[in-house]
């Protein structure tokens, strides 16, 4: 009798069952990603039309980004996972990867939208190659913990804009991601 709770525990172990998926509720298929940007703080989602100019962020190691923003619909929120493949738009070439589970905040009614921005890492490039001023496609595709799964691409031009983060960096930006002025 000295062991009682040695039994009690396998007992209960072995009663477990199966979990319930995350979602019951959500249907497995239909889906949706939507993507867009944010400001240059990477705040709030915004919608950008396909093929939208986009400012080169310099980030806190030195280099510059993109910030991604997506919202979701029929994903399980949580921590899915994101899959980012970002490919010049012209050649096809992939030039950024990242796989990732990624907080899905639930906005209620099936519908979720990521926790924060995603920096879509351009430049400098370990390749030498220009970024900005070019035509660059990203393509997304996130699935959840129960097998759903939504897609999305989108294409945008990054840009060394003066406007952002006060202009400080535009002339650092025009050297590692236009490759000029250095």
């Known amino acids: 009798m000295r062991h009682w ?9 072995a ?16 889906a949706t990603l939507e993507l867009g940007g944010s ?14 100019d986009r400012p080169l962020i310099f980030g806190t190691q030195g280099g510059f980004h993109v910030w991604l923003r997506a919202r979701t619909a029929g994903v399980c929120p949580g921590a899915p996972v994101f899959t980012l ?10 030039v950024s990867y990242q796989r990732t589970p990624l907080p899905v905040v639930d906005e209620g009614g099936g519908a979720g939208s990521l ?3 995603v920096p879509l890492i351009l430049c400098p490039s370990p390749f030498d ?3 900005a001023d070019r035509a660059f496609r990203v ?15 989108h294409r945008f031009v990054p840009r060394c804009d003066a406007s952002v ?4 960096f535009v002339g650092d930006c025009r050297c590692l991601c236009a490759m000029e002025g250095c």
Do not use: H, K, N
């Not at 709770?5 to 172990?13: F, N, Q």
């Not at 393509?139 to 691409?153: I, L, P």
């Open 5 to 13: 709770w040695i039994a009690a525990l396998v007992t209960v172990a």
């Open 139 to 153: 393509s997304v595709e996130v699935v959840d913990d129960d097998g759903r799964t939504a897609s999305a691409d």
């Open 115 to 117: 926790r924060d921005a």
């Open 165 to 168: 983060q006060g202009g400080s």
């Open 39 to 52: 400001d240059e703080l990477g705040g709030a989602f915004e919608a950008y039309a396909d093929g939208a």
């Open 85 to 94: 493949r970002v490919f010049e738009d012209d050649t096809g070439d992939m």
């Open 15 to 30: 009663c477990g069952g199966e979990e319930e998926p995350g979602c019951p509720d959500l249907p497995m298929d239909g």
């Open 129 to 131: 190659a220009q970024v």
